[in-house]
């Protein structure tokens, strides 16, 4: 079968042919239909990911929808395993799998159940996101950052503050629920005072940065806080901006934060799959705003050059 193959962690993957799979025990072989090309399959691919080890080559690609010998259609999250969903087939566990209605946009739910699912799961499982809450997104510009923004919306968040560097994009977020957006560019101070006066007061932060901007958002948060008694969740879910952030002692002595993580090993495979039929369902709905560009799958070398540069979710189509 015809397969993306990463040969070496410094080079994207090439369309090649791969060994076609078999399945075993309660596993089944899925003709693949859409995967996402997600920034957590690009850290897979370069070996950068907390989950990485150095077997080669493997076949990228953690989620995708695709079609059994039984004819349902099923969006699949894969383990950890060198032969992902980026690939013509693949062997799942149908168990970490639902079956999606007849009619599903393939391209839709590939493209939107990862970025959506980051938010998602960190709302339900690693705080419980109450209706009337205020949210910041930080990192709102992102593809993750933009679905944040609807599902905090969905989820009946009160004020939904959007942050982010690039001002187009920003200026979009409105329209997908944000009620108020702060730009991360320019002098840090006076970014630090839009925070300040936008999203001092908000109970949760939803962070796709990390980094140093994390840690000046952080300190501006704090040192405007109304009420620093007030609990504050900071759910801790991408690096883009680094994968360290020097945090002050003293924003944590001096406000009533709490500093979690949202991932694999943070939130379970139970608790995540556990979800995943409420976000199929608001998918399939059509509930969210997907800006999704489908890919042959052999322009992979080129699509993976793309991803890079652009905010649209790549979807590969190992079937055309």
Do not use: C
């Amino acid at each position: 079968m015809k397969a993306a193959v990463v040969s070496s962690f410094d080079t994207a993957p090439r369309y090649e042919d791969f060994p076609a799979p078999v399945a075993g025990g309660d596993e089944m072989v899925v003709d693949v239909l859409a995967t996402g090309l997600h920034p957590r399959v690009r850290s897979q691919a370069d070996g950068s990911h907390y989950t990485s080890t150095a077997e080669l080559p493997l076949v990228p690609g953690i989620d995708g929808v695709g079609r059994g010998a039984d004819g349902l259609l099923r969006y699949f999250i894969l383990p950890d395993t060198t032969l992902g969903a980026m690939a013509e087939q693949t062997v799942i566990d149908p168990r970490r799998s639902v079956v999606l209605p007849a009619g599903s946009d393939a391209v839709a739910v590939a493209a939107a159940m990862n970025p959506a699912m980051s938010s998602w799961v960190a709302l339900r499982q690693r705080t419980q996101l109450q209706a009337g809450q205020d949210v910041l997104v930080l990192g709102a510009t992102g593809s993750a950052g933009q679905m944040a923004v609807q599902v905090a919306a969905l989820f009946g968040a009160r004020r939904i503050v959007a942050a982010g560097r690039d001002a187009e994009r920003l200026a979009a977020l409105p329209a997908l629920g944000a009620t108020d957006t702060v730009l991360l560019d320019g002098d840090a101070d006076a970014v630090a005072r839009r925070l300040g006066q936008a999203a001092a007061d908000v109970d949760v932060v939803v962070d796709y940065l990390w980094g140093a901007p994390t840690a000046a958002a952080m300190v501006a948060l704090v040192t405007d806080r109304t009420d620093r008694g007030k609990p504050l969740t900071w759910i801790e879910i991408g690096s883009v901006a680094g994968p360290d952030a020097t945090i002050p002692s003293a924003a944590l002595r001096a406000a009533r934060l709490q500093i979690v993580g949202s991932g694999q090993g943070s939130v379970s495979t139970r608790e995540i799959l556990a979800e995943l039929p409420a976000l199929a369902a608001e998918i399939t709905r059509g509930t969210f705003d997907v800006d999704a560009r489908p890919v042959p799958l052999a322009d992979v070398e080129q699509a993976w050059a793309d991803s890079a540069r652009t905010t649209q979710r790549i979807v590969l189509l190992p079937q055309g």
